[in-house]
């Protein structure tokens, strides 16, 4: 405050609006921002202490948060008084309060109990060994052979009747049998990522130039569809794959068909909006160019548009396929079809020694699928340049591009029928169809069922903020050792390098949703459980950003502190730390708006939440409170990816 | 020989870019436009070729009418008229030669092209052009791997394709240093001496305009201000088309 201002603050004043109202103090003091934080913190914390107490039995340590929050409001008091008098604040110690409190409710309503992870260790034991001796090979007379179960997530050889096609080639006997390979249920999952990325492609171009600026400037009536547009893919796309996946099930019923349904929608929306982004970045140059030549407009589009868009396209529809493998592997678990549905089966009769065959079976191909596409995305990127001076030769005549692209015709036959397409049922959904979507649209709102949907969104959004900062707490030290520039010294640090590196990278392969069962049989069904589960998926997500954060740290200020002779210690609080701590905060920050997604769906399989309420409220058909449950959850997600995003950007 | 009369381009927002342009030009002339940055000049070089529709005026090239022309009729004309581009305007992710044989596209059918398909007669004057610009080593390396000066002279190869008999250069070198400006302006004076291809070429530098024009139009706020030889271009005519402050560089 400067002295020459005509009124000098009050210090004393401040203080007592302060006491009088939080952050009125600070108001008065023109801090309007300050103010209503400090207002709204203390109208948040009460509402949750309040609720913490209402609805869970949390007698012991009640009186200890109203303690703590009498302390946070007497740092707001004191927020003013020190603010008027303009001495320095105290920010992080009323942060610290808030914090102490928020975490206090969270790890009360999740039902965080430490000593079961202690207690039943000795049960988990049997999935721990499973995970070790997957259920995928039997040892047979000396010989090892794939099992039963082997058959049944990759594929085996059965003997069926010959088709008519062999029967008439001679090739077989009528009415003998012949060897038949029949896929299993991975095979079922990478056809369900294929096809939706396939199908979403084709419904996702024409529509990004609906959602294009540049386009649509240009045809009458235009800037409407284009919003109409934009809005519409952006309400598609805050719908959870798995929640599309509940209301498809009911339009076509269970099977691989619905979860391809439930992915494709949701893609279309995802690439829909990336795409339109690169159409709108398309440089008008060389349109110009090539109308100059006299070009008519087909030509302009094969030569000018497609040549642009193409590889962009192409990256972010490999990124995209990657996502869908990913959700194919827990798709089944709504929608049915796919390895989810499978290891929900297997989870049901107790057969976890199947279950942690298909873990296994999902790591490896999604491993797989992570390294092709990010290689290949790579090599678009950087776009290869040729340097032969030979003319290359046509494309068409060539024998190998046949082979390719009789390659890929049969893939996608194999995957069509693998992924049981069936466009008719889409024509014909189940009679109850109409009313279902007439149901789920008029929301519920009466008060007991708000209040139900409410108390499981914030277990959800409590059970994400514990497990990111679990998560993210076991990953700080973790990502030093899988970060390449610290670990290449000797061979025991790279063997720990890599060793680092695989554990991440297997652990990153699997979602969440399929952890869940390990922990529902360690710790019991609830919101536990799918914390343990989410806090799994960030270790591995966030362990690998961290660990490229510490990469690319700048190693001039390391020389520089190091050239004024400051010891090693010194050297990681003065020139390390400060390098990665705003990208470690911004990561998790991230990866919490991503973890609440994902834990309004741990509920799927046993991990509490709001996901669990709606399985409840579907499986009951009570779809006016389904509805309620995902307008909720759009809302939350919404709302939390709006903040998380503006919290980054303040912070770059 | 191109004539233009009264040409007036008004855009949708209501900037008025040229003011009645009136001028002519011979066949076998190097004409340079001058003026400064928002003169209307690059609205003038895309007049000409319709890419921007005039407000009014008209446009006479060998007795036709352009501004009267269809636009399947405009296409087959613009054939005739070369462009080369300030930022070069390649498609940047293909190669040299489909960015050359795309000036092609105004001859070969339509259909074959989208096919990437183009005679082993246009090959073969795609590698000659390029030949002639000193590429023909570069033909099959992606365009954005080559220097600022090659993509120009990329950017030539590709309207040389048109068997053009006039070029629209709208400044052609204003991107590239000193030295490259020599060499691109030099191909542009090859052209016009050996094939004798009219060149309309905007420029930013009065010792360039010297150098390599027959004659110069000086374009002010949409207006000719200066018609004539550029020997004739003194300071007080340098003053008035660039208003009095400025003042003479030479470069190199
Ligand atoms: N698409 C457009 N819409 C509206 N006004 C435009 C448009 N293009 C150009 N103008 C305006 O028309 C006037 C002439 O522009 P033009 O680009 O022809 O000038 P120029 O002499 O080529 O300038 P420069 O040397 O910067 O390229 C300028 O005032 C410019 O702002
Ligand atoms: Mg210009």
Redesign the interface.
């Known amino acids: 405050m400067s002295p020459s201002s005509s009124h000098p603050p009050n210090a004393l004043l401040a203080s007592v609006f302060s006491l009088l109202v939080p952050g009125a103090g600070q108001l008065y003091l023109r801090k309007r921002a300050r103010g209503l934080a400090v207002l709204a913190g203390v109208l948040v914390l009460a509402y949750l202490i309040n609720w913490a107490d209402t609805n869970f039995k949390i007698e012991a340590t009640v009186n200890w948060l109203w303690f703590v929050f009498v302390l946070f409001w007497l740092w707001n008091v004191f927020d003013a008084y020190r603010l008027a008098r303009g001495q320095t604040t105290l920010n992080r110690l009323g942060l610290l309060l808030a914090i102490v409190i928020v975490y206090v409710i969270g790890w009360q309503v999740t039902d965080i109990n430490p000593d079961r992870l202690v207690t039943r260790f000795k049960d988990v034991q049997v999935v721990f060994r499973a995970l070790v001796y997957p259920d995928l090979f039997t040892q047979a007379g000396g010989s090892w052979q794939p099992s039963e179960n082997f058959g049944d997530i990759i594929g085996k050889i059965v003997d069926r009747p010959a088709p008519d096609l062999l029967v008439q080639l001679g090739l077989a006997q009528k009415g003998a049998t012949v060897p038949t390979p029949v896929l299993g249920k991975m095979a079922e999952t990478i056809a369900i990522g294929l096809m939706a990325t396939v199908l979403a492609i084709i419904f996702a171009i024409p529509l990004s130039f609906f959602a294009a600026h540049n386009i649509m400037s240009h045809v009458p009536g235009g800037t409407f569809i284009y919003y109409a547009m934009r809005t519409f893919l952006n309400i598609v796309r805050s719908v959870d794959t798995i929640i599309w996946g509940l209301i498809i099930v009911v339009w076509v019923g269970l099977g691989s068909f619905a979860g391809t349904l439930a992915l494709t929608i949701h893609s279309i929306a995802a690439l829909g909006k990336l795409y339109s982004e690169e159409v709108e970045h398309i ?1 008008p ?2 349109i ?9 407009l ?2 302009i589009i ?3 548009v497609i ?2 868009i193409v ?1 962009p396209f192409l990256a972010y529809t490999l990124l995209r396929w990657d996502i869908n493998m990913r959700m194919a592997t827990v798709v089944g678990f709504v929608a049915g079809g796919g390895i989810g549905f499978f290891v929900v089966e297997t989870i049901r009769k107790g057969g976890y020694e199947q279950y942690a065959a298909a873990l296994w079976a999902v790591a490896i191909v999604i491993i797989l699928v992570d390294y092709v596409s990010a290689k290949w995305r790579e090599r678009i990127l950087a ?1 290869e ?8 030769k ?3 005549t060539s024998l190998r591009a046949l082979f390719w692209l009789a390659l890929g015709l049969a893939v996608f036959i194999l995957c069509w029928q693998l992924a049981e397409i069936d466009l008719r049922k889409l024509f014909e959904p189940a009679p109850t169809f109409v009313k279902v979507v007439r149901d789920f649209v008029a929301i519920d709102v009466s008060p007991d069922v708000l209040d139900t949907v409410l108390k499981q969104m914030l277990i959800t959004i409590f059970q994400a903020l514990l497990a990111t900062t679990l998560g993210g707490l076991v990953a700080v030290p973790f990502s030093f050792l899988a970060a390449r520039n610290l670990m290449g010294g000797n061979a025991l640090s790279l063997v720990l390098y890599y060793l680092a590196r695989g554990v991440l990278n297997v652990l990153r392969s699997i979602e969440a949703l399929l952890y869940v069962a390990i922990f529902v049989f360690w710790v019991g069904i609830g919101p536990f459980a799918g914390m343990l589960a989410l806090a799994i998926t960030t270790f591995a997500l966030i362990g690998k950003l961290f660990s490229e954060a510490i990469e690319n740290i700048d190693p001039g200020p390391l020389e520089a502190i190091a050239a004024t002779g400051a010891n090693a210690l010194q050297m990681i609080v003065y020139a390390i730390l400060p390098q990665i701590i705003p990208p470690f905060i911004s990561y998790l920050i991230y990866q919490w708006d991503i973890n609440i997604r994902i834990a309004t769906i741990v509920g799927f399989a046993g991990g509490g939440g709001v996901g669990l309420l709606l399985n409840t409220y579907f499986g009951m058909l009570q779809y006016h409170k389904a509805g309620t449950v995902v307008a909720m959850i759009v809302v939350v997600v919404a709302a939390m990816d709006l903040a998380s995003a503006k919290i980054r950007e303040r912070m770059v | 020989m191109l004539k233009v009369e009264n040409l007036t381009k008004v855009y949708p927002n209501g900037t008025v870019a040229l003011r009645e342009v009136g001028f002519e030009v011979q066949d076998g002339e190097f004409l340079a436009v001058i003026g400064l940055s928002g003169s209307g000049k690059s609205t003038l070089m895309r007049c000409i070729n319709r890419l921007i529709e005039p407000t009014s005026g008209r446009i006479i090239w060998d007795d036709t009418d352009l501004t009267a022309l269809s636009p399947a009729e405009m296409r087959k004309m613009r054939r005739q008229i070369g462009m080369v581009f300030q930022q070069f305007n390649l498609v940047k992710r293909t190669s040299v030669m489909t960015n050359v044989l795309s000036g092609r596209l105004g001859y070969v059918s339509p259909y074959q092209s989208l096919f990437n398909y183009f005679s082993p007669a246009d090959h073969a004057r795609a590698l000659r052009n390029l030949e002639r610009l000193g590429l023909r080593d570069k033909a099959y390396v992606r365009a954005d791997s080559l220097s600022g000066g090659q993509q120009q002279r990329v950017g030539i190869a590709r309207a040389l394709m048109q068997e053009p008999k006039l070029i629209l250069a709208d400044e052609p070198v204003a991107s590239l240093d000193p030295v490259l400006s020599h060499s691109i302006l030099k191909y542009l004076e090859q052209m016009n001496k050996e094939d004798g291809i009219t060149v309309l070429c905007s420029l930013h530098f009065l010792d360039l305009v010297h150098r390599y024009s027959t004659r110069a139009i000086g374009l002010k706020e949409g207006r000719i201000v200066f018609q004539g030889l550029p020997q004739e271009i003194d300071d007080a005519q340098f003053k008035t088309i660039f208003g009095q402050e400025a003042e003479r560089v030479t470069i190199l």
């Open positions: 440089d140059g060389p110009e160019a090539i109308t100059a030549t006299g070009a008519n087909l030509q094969r030569y000018a040549p642009q590889p776009g340049v040729k340097v032969s001076a030979e003319a290359p046509p494309f068409y």
